[in-house]
């Protein structure tokens, strides 16, 4: 069974950084796209980016782009969400997840695409 474990969220200040790594063990980690998604106390998960699984292409949801970076580190098995410019609107539960099926583009954005998902770690920044 592969598993997920997200780590790195907090409570931090407007402005500051966070990095969230998602290590995921028991599985074909080289072969899976990663993507990371979050949810908003009483609101549906939305994508935030994705890498593909060669780690070429990478896309972001238009509110973090230039201040989020998606990367991954095959040797780990481990993928980050480095977040720098932390804003309120940020505030949500921020959720990894792994799609073995080889698939690239736009479907990496939404969430019916992913097999396997992480628990989940709370980011909260205050204003």
């Known amino acids: 069974q592969v598993q997920l474990v997200e780590s790195g969220g907090g409570l931090v200040q407007a402005g500051n950084s966070l990095r969230l790594s998602c290590l995921v063990s028991r599985g074909a980690f080289p072969r899976y796209a990663m993507g990371w998604f979050r949810q908003p106390k009483g609101k549906e998960r939305e994508f935030v980016a994705a890498i593909s699984w060669s780690g070429e292409d990478i896309w972001y949801r238009d509110s973090v782009k230039g201040r989020f970076t998606i990367s991954r580190d095959n040797a780990k098995n481990t993928a980050y969400l480095q977040m720098n410019s932390l804003k309120p609107e940020d505030t949500a539960v921020y959720y990894c997840?792994?799609?073995?099926?080889?698939?690239?583009?736009?479907?990496?954005?939404?969430?019916?695409?992913?097999?396997?998902w992480g628990q989940g770690t709370q980011v909260t920044v205050s204003s």
């Open positions: 997840g792994a799609d073995p099926s080889g698939a690239t583009g736009w479907v990496l954005q939404t969430v019916e695409e992913y097999e396997y």
